[in-house]
């Protein structure tokens, strides 16, 4: 089992930057890839950006490319999420994940992050 628990979320301007955190317990991350993803109200949750365990693989969706940054740090289990230049349509419940085999099977709770325009 992998407990998951995002943090960073708020209300920022556009334009603004947030860092989000998900911090691992029960399981280390190390060996995983990690994922992020955001759910906006009346849409489905997408995709955002994800990457492997050393850290020397990352993906990212078009929409946030050149903007948002994935990373980790295994020794402190944690993947973070370092969102640059926001704009109001990413506004959405942001949620981690951790892929184990085909699957992200173990998810976070989520934490909102809110754009002003």
């Known amino acids: 089992q992998v407990q998951l628990v995002e943090s960073g979320g708020g209300l920022v301007q556009a334009g603004g930057s947030l860092r989000l955190s998900c911090a691992a317990s029960g399981r280390t991350l190390s060996t995983y890839r990690v994922g992020w993803f955001r759910q906006a109200p009346g849409k489905e949750r997408e995709f955002v950006a994800s990457i492997n365990w050393s850290g020397g693989s990352t993906s990212y969706a078009d929409s946030v490319k050149g903007r948002f940054t994935i990373s980790r740090d295994n020794a402190k289990n944690t993947v973070y999420l370092q969102m640059n230049s926001l704009k109001p349509e990413d506004t959405a419940v942001y949620y981690c994940?951790?892929?184990?085999?085909?699957?992200?099977?173990?998810w976070g709770q989520g934490t909102q992050v809110t754009v002003s325009s």
């Open positions: 994940a951790v892929r184990v085999g085909a699957d992200y099977n173990y």
